[in-house]
């Protein structure tokens, strides 16, 4: 099983979530050793939960829609799925103690936005896609499940899902690379790449 576990590290994306000892602990299926080998299994789960989440209109700005979202998506793959994280996840996430913190600010700001139509619906779906991609609350799949939540706030909110620029962000490209630059230059409260690349 060593083996396995460390074979995850030699096939990391720029800007993936490193997988650690002890979150790889937490894995559901057996005999998964290659990155592309779990994302095949996450990916099943994660079908499943986008047919859910977009199934039906769904208001997500709700801590415990963000929190059940994530654990459909992984909750076959991941015993910690839908529980927040218990170590840091620097460069990227905030302290793991104030996660729910910053989580409920996340949602009350979108809350205010939304009735106080601060911004075009689009722009207030990416600028929660991209608040919840700076907390990232879980262990992994942060992005994947940020973006769809982006989704689904985006059809909650009588707009088309986005497409992220056709991709599942998956692989180290120019696609991946072109939306981490679009999510840096959003650190500065400098959305415009970031909604093109959403709609791309």
Known sequence: MAGALTAFSDDEPEGATPLT???REGLIPSGVSL???LNEYEQANITEARLWGLGRKHNPVEVPFCR???RRMFGTVWKWAGVYRAHNTYPVGCDHP???QQLYQMIGSTAFWIENQTFAPDEIAVRFHHGLVKIHPFANGNGRWSRLMGDV???YLDRPVFTWGGSQ???DDDVRRAYLASLRKADG?????LLTFARS
Do not use: K, M, V
């Not at 409260?189 to 790449?193: A, E, G």
């Open 35 to 37: 990155r592309h080998e």
């Open 189 to 193: 409260d400098d959305f415009p790449d």
């Open 68 to 70: 059940n979202l994530h």
């Open 153 to 155: 706030l985006a059809r």
């Open 98 to 100: 104030h996660i729910e």
């Open 21 to 23: 000892p002890e979150g």
């Open 169 to 171: 962000l998956l692989g």
